[in-house]
């Protein structure tokens, strides 16, 4: 990929700081994203992935520090970008890149906006900070992005209260707020987890759309790979706070080569399993406590491929397999494997 | 919206009947009545009065009839804005009350502001600073504030008072001022002495106040709207006042009435201590002395105002609250 990416991870490690002590939450993520595409962080609940997305916007509660790496963000593609790891969390700079230039969508769209305020307001708030229109202004902007969320009624809408709206609403109004300052990176954090499935299916659709509207580069987080399949174009898989595999969506797909993306693959139930009486492969064995990270390859003692003296002791180095695709694992299948689509 | 205010004025009306009720039952609840405490303590200054004189005068102050015909007709001259007849003062109750009521109600109020304006700023100073120096000192001060009964702290805070500043402390206002007329130079010198009444009655409101303050806010603190508007770029400071301490303002709004009861509650025995010319220690005397009708106003007034400062911050919370003032999801 020849265009340069708007946001570099490089080795980035966050660790839970308890009284003296460091736990690490991630470790060592690398991580590129390119203008325009939409990149899925996929992994477990617990592995990392909101916290990757929270760090990008130094939004960490203060137990959860940035022990090292840099967070790379060049917004016009100037070649000289800006490291958001070593900001002040509370200083200006940072705050001129949230909501401005970097968004974020938020799991819970019921609590994500204050029930005392107008979603007009908290919308229109965000505008009248980063780019000085008036107060006119940024209420027709509002409508417009309203409208173009697919909220009925939009000069109305405008005044209502968020207690007035559904899930699904509040989940568009969440959007239109993300969106109202064209930022060149909007990160999602499980937007639609907390939605039912017909609710999803239509957020996800309003998300394309903008997608190509305004070619907003995306971080996705899910843990639900049929979205994956739907929304992304590059997709990394996470467990245990490090990045085991990174490809586009066809490679991960296609061609996974980590064990662990293997078996999460397998997990997925597809239509025709129930007729030819397949049951689904669960993983075996559960992810283990932060402060019990195994030796080696966090993965290995759940992992059927592991060998013993080597996964246990050491951490897999990156292999490259393709100009984009990337798998941390000691294990080399060189076989092509079965159609993993859904 | 209507609606709602309709239906809370309505409630307050049969709450303030309901209290008429209580507190006319109250005052009878005492052995005796105001005849007996007059006889015996006219009898203990040596006077002789014969059964004759004593049913004569029951039957003059009326006290002769049924309880339900004295409380209808003292309801029915209520209601008509005769609070009727102090037996002690020989004056009308509201003559009696016209003198003191509004120093008690300056002292009420000013309690009330300065509970807020202590209480707001130095919970949200609490929370935000969880667990620094300043928030274990306040939270110290508080408990301190909570634990100490009123008299004593008055005590100490005269003591305090005239010890620092030689103040003419007790009372409400210097001797030379006491029987004059409002004036300018009247009030600075009432609020030179009103703070000893006002940090001793708010206190311990303060501090329950701070805490729930605290309490809240801190909650608050970690949801996901203040997430979000940080997310967006707001600076902390703007963003602390808009989102979360709007938030954690209702439950402080929403005991306002309670607070009120609260200082009202411990107006008298403050009043007496320190010797105020407010109702506090006129309450008191009425009751000692059964002047019924005078104990019985008070009462109701107190309750009054219980009642209109729980109305108020029901308006007060329509007004900050969307959800109570448009309900549920339309």
Not at chain 1, 161 to 187: E, K, N, V, W
Not at chain 2, 67 to 75: A, E, N, S, T
Request: hydrophobic letters at 45%; charged letters at 20%; proline letters at 6%.
């Amino acid at each position: 990929m020849n265009v340069k990416p708007i946001l570099s991870l490089k080795e980035l490690s966050v660790s839970l700081k308890i009284d003296d002590n460091y736990v690490s939450v991630t470790e060592d993520v690398n991580l590129d994203i390119h203008p325009g595409r939409v990149m899925a962080l996929v992994g477990e609940s617990g592995c990392g992935k909101s916290v990757t997305a929270s760090a990008l916007l130094r939004l960490l509660p203060k137990e959860l520090v940035i022990v090292n790496g840099e967070i790379l963000f060049d917004a016009q593609n100037s070649g000289t970008p800006i490291d958001i790891a070593s900001l002040s969390p509370k200083g200006r700079e940072i705050r001129n890149i949230r909501g401005n230039e970097i968004a974020m969508i938020f799991q819970e769209p019921m609590s994500s906006f204050s029930p005392l305020h107008t979603i007009g307001n908290q919308i229109e708030e965000v505008i009248r900070l980063h780019k000085n229109s008036s107060t006119n202004d940024a209420r027709s902007i509002v409508v417009g992005l309203l409208k173009k969320v697919g909220i009925g009624n939009p000069e109305k809408a405008v005044d209502r209260y968020p207690h007035t709206f559904s899930g699904g609403m509040r989940q568009r109004a969440m959007i239109a707020r993300a969106l109202s300052c064209d930022p060149a990176l909007l990160i999602a954090d499980e937007p639609t987890t907390a939605l039912d499935v017909t609710i999803q299916a239509q957020i996800l659709n309003v998300m394309k759309e903008m997608q190509s509207e305004y070619g907003t580069a995306i971080l996705f987080i899910t843990h639900n790979l049929g979205v994956v399949a739907q929304m992304a174009h590059d997709v990394a898989i996470m467990y245990m706070g490090r990045i085991i595999e990174r490809g586009s969506v066809t490679e991960i797909m296609k061609n996974p080569q980590h064990p662990y993306t293997i078996n999460l693959l397998r997990a997925v139930p597809r239509l025709g399993d129930l007729e030819a009486q397949k049951r689904l492969e669960p993983i075996k064995g559960s992810v283990p406590s932060l402060f019990e990270r195994p030796d080696g390859c966090a993965f290995s003692p759940r992992c059927e491929k592991s060998m013993t003296g080597q996964c246990d002791r050491q951490i897999p180095p990156q292999r490259q397999l393709s100009e984009t695709h990337f798998v941390s694992c000691f294990w080399n299948s060189q076989k092509p494997t079965e159609d993993y689509v859904s | 919206m209507l609606h709602l205010l309709l239906r809370r004025i309505a409630a307050s009306i049969v709450t303030l009947t309901l209290i008429s009720v209580v507190a006319f039952f109250l005052i009878e609840l005492p052995p005796g009545d105001f005849v007996d405490s007059y006889v015996s303590k006219k009898t203990q200054g040596g006077d002789i009065i014969t059964q004759e004189e004593i049913s004569e005068m029951r039957s003059r102050l009326g006290l002769d009839r049924p309880v339900y015909v004295r409380y209808f007709k003292w309801v029915g001259n209520l209601v008509r804005g005769d609070f009727g007849f102090s037996w002690e003062y020989r004056r009308p109750v509201s003559d009696v009350l016209a003198e003191r009521l509004p120093l008690t109600f300056i002292l009420a109020f000013t309690t009330l502001i300065f509970t807020y304006m202590i209480a707001v700023p130095m919970g949200i100073f609490s929370a935000v600073r969880q667990y620094s120096l300043g928030d274990h000192a306040i939270t110290i001060l508080g408990y301190v504030g909570l634990a100490l009964p009123q008299f004593v702290f008055a005590l100490i805070l005269m003591y305090l008072g005239h010890l620092w500043f030689g103040a003419s402390v007790g009372g409400l206002f210097s001797p030379e001022f006491e029987d004059a007329p409002w004036s300018v130079a009247k009030g600075l010198d009432m609020l030179a002495h009103i703070w000893i009444p006002v940090i001793v009655l708010g206190t311990a409101g303060t501090a329950f106040q701070l805490r729930t303050m605290r309490a809240v806010l801190l909650d608050e603190l970690n949801k996901m709207y203040v997430i979000a508007a940080r997310a967006s770029g707001l600076s902390e400071f703007r963003l602390l006042m808009k989102y979360p301490v709007r938030m954690a303002l209702n439950p402080i709004i929403a005991t306002l009435g309670w607070e009120l009861s609260h200082i009202i509650s411990g107006a008298p025995i403050v009043g007496l201590v320190l010797s105020l010319p407010d109702t506090g220690p006129l309450f008191i005397n009425s009751l000692l002395n059964q002047d019924m009708y005078l104990a019985g106003t008070m009462i109701l007034i107190y309750c009054a105002l219980v009642v209109i400062g729980t109305f108020l911050s029901d308006i007060l919370l329509m007004i900050m609250d969307p959800r109570i003032r448009i309900g549920g999801v339309s």
